[in-house]
């Protein structure tokens, strides 16, 4: 990728970030099954960790670092590569993937604000103007699907678990910021991160006494393998690169995109309905 321009390279990754995080929502539901959520987030990341300790010790990458290092690393894997995501598989359960993919685009205004408060940041008024104009679109498409949310006690709670996780989330992203600004690259922090994240989730479960089970089927196994390699390993490199280059105000805009992937496989796989809004 060196040969490409910068913007060529920013362009890539935003691609790259969006086509697969668009299409893990579907992916996510097929781990929603007889495995608790909470065990197959810690297998994800488990497998995520190991593939990307693997590449690392093969590489010669640095891998030590100090202990405040350490704790913004486990900051990261806390709420980038475990809760959040625990929380999306919850909610999951409960709302289809096209409209959890929405409010997990939120993140690019809580990631502003964030960005302001932990960061320092300057809002740029493109930037906000960006992001707002983003957001209509996305509410636009949507539409009918927010008018005939039903607020029951259930829907309620599981759109509040998304908003919950995706607030977490924005929490990662800076937490990334702070580590790529401390000279940690961007694999080494997600290596450490994936793993800090995994064990939490084991810690967890186990202490809530969940039961570790696994569903041997193709459709289990299979979203596992994609969710661990392509939407934890590959998107969160390209993600949390273009994260480090433009700034994470920037990087959430392509949180505005993958709702529409995400739409596109809900319209196949879920019965989801297009309308005029859209």
């Not at 273009?242 to 796989?269: D, M």
């Amino acid at each position: 990728m060196n040969h490409l321009s910068s913007a060529s390279q920013n362009a890539l990754l935003y691609v790259v970030t969006v086509l697969i995080w668009g299409s893990s929502w579907l992916a996510i539901k097929y781990q929603l099954g007889s495995v608790d959520p909470m065990v197959s987030v810690a297998y994800r990341f488990l497998l995520a960790s190991g593939i990307s300790w693997l590449y690392c010790r093969l590489s010669g990458r640095l891998m030590r670092y100090s202990l405040r290092d350490h704790a913004f690393m486990f900051l990261q894997g806390a709420s980038l590569f475990a809760l959040n995501y625990w929380l999306f598989y919850l909610s999951e359960l409960t709302l289809t993937s096209g409209l959890a993919a929405v409010i997990f685009s939120t993140i690019v205004v809580m990631n502003m604000l964030n960005g302001v408060l932990f960061l320092k940041n300057r809002l740029e008024l493109r930037v906000v103007a960006g992001a707002g104009l983003g957001l209509l679109g996305i509410m636009l498409v949507f539409w009918p699907e927010v008018t005939d949310f039903e607020s029951g006690s259930e829907n309620l709670f599981a759109a509040a678990l998304a908003v919950l996780a995706t607030m977490l989330a924005s929490v990662g992203n800076i937490a990334s910021a702070r580590n790529q600004r401390a000279g940690i690259p961007v694999v080494q922090a997600n290596t450490f991160g994936m793993t800090y994240g995994a064990l939490l989730m084991l810690g967890l479960a186990w202490a809530t006494g969940r039961e570790f089970t696994f569903e041997m089927t193709m459709p289990y196994v299979s979203s596992l393998v994609f969710l661990a390699v392509f939407a934890s390993i590959i998107a969160f490199w390209t993600y949390l690169t273009l994260l480090g280059r433009v700034g994470v105000e920037r990087a959430a805009y392509s949180t505005l995109l993958f709702p529409l992937v995400a739409l596109g496989f809900s319209t196949v796989f879920e019965d989801y309905q297009w309308t005029a809004y859209a």
